[in-house]
């Protein structure tokens, strides 16, 4: 039997999943590096720490899985979205990687608006170019702020063309890394002109070649193949990026499904055979294939708004969790959540801790908390902070479901699959059954699956595997579905009353 790694580049961490022919998860090791935030706005990953993470649990899943590396068919990669990162001739990085949550470019951003053509950037790229989160902000900002090491810059590429690079020597993007830069054509499926010209004023050979998704590296270097315990023939195959590769993971292969993406951020995501551009530019769209795009919108603030009120009082709530015989602080806050009603007693979460992207895109939004009472305490404010997650995420869904009213189902992967609660507000609040992915690393398994196509192991990228079937189903209550609607309603209304 041949088996298939997925490998996927995270924000906060890397994690490798080796799956058999029909998609079952043989292996998984995961390991987590710090995002670099020493002042406002900053958050930046060590591109070297990375790569070693990278290597190691590549290593660490194979020894821990039991299968030889020599029966390991093809490595498919997954890699967040919109990084970006300066390296030298000698591919040597000269600043850390900038992410999505860095968003020091902001003026940068607001420029495009008032300099450029922003309506044909976002027309020609499916990208909301004024955002800071995009790369070509980012490239401005350097170019102002750090002229010397612009002046330097070889290429500017991403934190996966990085990791390839050091194994293999090439410089290739996916067509879905490329689509997230902000300066890639997702019609010709080439670098813009008209923006890396004409807004950026750098040259086609700054980036990296565009290659589709079923790209094969191969000459991976001895030293590295040898420390992963890999032959250094098995074929790598490019991947795409982490939320397109979730789609693909759990089955959605066209515009009859949904995909419902929770982890650190959160994103609604939809396939077409064609693109799906917003006059108003509140969703995005990039492409996947040369058939297929991907088009969605996504939230800063997904389980990073758990992570913060965890991180307020770590220490109690671990020993809380002990005590009570749960493996987690999240198991925890699932409890307390549980305890409390549906619209956590008028107490509402604006949960904009890192600003905000679709469909809004207000990178300046801070966090509020509203109608706070004496009668409320920190369940209902766990609470609150899920409801709130979910009301950001069914603001997309309103406007995904007006441009493709196909939508049959809306299936669940991320980490907080793992929370019946947050899966059952989402239910609630959506009005409508929420499928949960069969798969648990979705993004990794999307990769490994890519990789198999890659190969001639499936026959298409739209072979439908055992695995991918949905584990179970969550009903909405529809006694709580009204009290959400109304919610829903008041919070629309403090945002707007705050920030429009």
Known sequence: MDFFMGVDIGTSGVRAALFNES??????????????????????????????????????????SGVEGKKIAAIGFSTQLFSILAVDAEGKCLTNVFTWADSRSINHADMIKEKYDYVKMYNNTGCRAQHPMYPVSKVLWLKDTMPEIFAKTYKFISIKE????????????????ASSTGYFNIHNFTWDKYIIND????????????????????????????????????????????????????????????????????????????????????????????????????????????????????????????EAGLKSVYQLFDLYASEINAGSDGLIFLPF??????????????????????????????????????????????????????????????????????????????????????INEASAFGAAYVSMAAIGAISSLKYPLPAMKPQKTI????????????????FKKLYNKIYS
């Open 199 to 322: 807004v950026l004023g750098i040259s086609e050979e700054m980036l990296g070649e565009p290659v589709d998704c079923t790209f094969i590296l191969k000459g991976m270097k001895k030293e590295y193949a040898q420390e992963m315990g890999i032959a250094p023939e098995t074929p790598v195959v490019v991947g795409s990026g982490d939320g397109m590769l979730a789609n693909v993971g759990c089955g959605v292969f066209d515009n009859t499904s949904m995909s419902s993406t929770i982890g650190t951020s959160g994103a609604l995501r939809i396939a077409t055979p064609k693109p799906i551009l917003d006059p108003l530019q509140r969703t995005w769209c990039y492409c996947f294939t040369r058939d297929t795009w991907v088009a969605g919108g996504a939230i800063n603030n997904g389980g990073i708004i758990l992570k913060w009120l965890r991180d307020q009082h770590k220490s109690a709530y671990e020993k809380e969790a002990e």
């Open 353 to 438: 801790l890192t600003g905000e992207r679709s469909p809004n895109w207000n990178a300046s939004t801070k966090g509020t908390i509203h109608g706070l009472q004496l009668i409320h305490g920190k369940k209902h404010l766990i609470r609150a902070a899920m409801e709130a997650v979910i009301y950001r995420m069914f603001s997309v869904y309103e406007i995904l479901t007006a441009f493709s009213d196909n939508v049959k189902q809306v299936i669940a992967n991320g980490g907080y699959t793992n929370s019946d609660i947050w899966l059952q507000i989402q239910a609630d609040v959506f009005n409508r059954e929420i499928a949960v992915a069969g």
């Open 23 to 64: 998609g079952k998860e043989i292996g998984l090791y995961h390991e987590e590096y710090p995002m670099i935030s020493k002042e406002p706005g900053m958050g930046e990953l060590d591109s070297d720490r990375v790569f070693k993470s990278t290597v190691n649990v590549i290593k660490n899943c194979i020894e821990k």
């Open 162 to 177: 990085y990791v390839l690079h050091k194994l293999f020597g090439q410089y290739v993007i996916d067509i879905t890394d």
């Open 475 to 490: 009903k909405p209550i529809s006694g709580n579905v009204q009290i959400y609607r109304n919610v829903y309603e008041e």
